[in-house]
């Protein structure tokens, strides 16, 4: 069975920084991608960032590559997202997530993912 589960969300101030982690078990990511996605009240599943489990490509959504930066530990089987110079619009849940390389063609679109984690809230304060 497939866990995915977040931690590292908290509370910070606006230009402060956190450090998501995502442990993941329950079957060899080798073939897969692992990616964060966030969600704020009201408003759709946002691609944030992706990054081949195998390899380390990493691709990252336009409003968020200068400050915040994906990364994986094949070893520990985690994946987490460096968030630098937090702004207020960045609260939101984030989850981590994992899909198949084969078929996540559109890493913005949350249905090509197979797996979720529980989500992280991260609220920033102005």
């Known amino acids: 069975q497939v866990q995915l589960v977040e931690s590292g969300g908290g509370l910070v101030q606006a230009g402060g920084s956190l450090r998501l982690s995502c442990a993941a078990s329950g079957r060899s990511f080798n073939r897969y991608v692992m990616g964060w996605f966030r969600q704020a009240p009201g408003k759709a599943r946002e691609f944030v960032a992706a990054?081949?489990?195998?390899?380390?490509?990493?691709y990252s959504a336009d409003s968020t590559k200068d400050r915040f930066t994906i990364s994986r530990d094949n070893a520990e089987n985690a994946l987490y997202l460096q968030m630098n110079s937090l702004k207020p619009e960045d609260t939101a849940v984030y989850y981590c997530?994992?899909?198949?390389?084969?078929?996540?063609?559109?890493?913005?679109?949350?249905?090509?993912?197979?797996?979720w984690g529980q989500g992280t809230q991260v609220t920033v304060s102005s």
């Open positions: 997530t994992a899909g198949a390389i084969d078929y996540v063609v559109n890493f913005y679109s949350e249905h090509e993912w197979t797996y």
């Open positions: 990054v081949t489990w195998i390899g380390g490509t990493t």
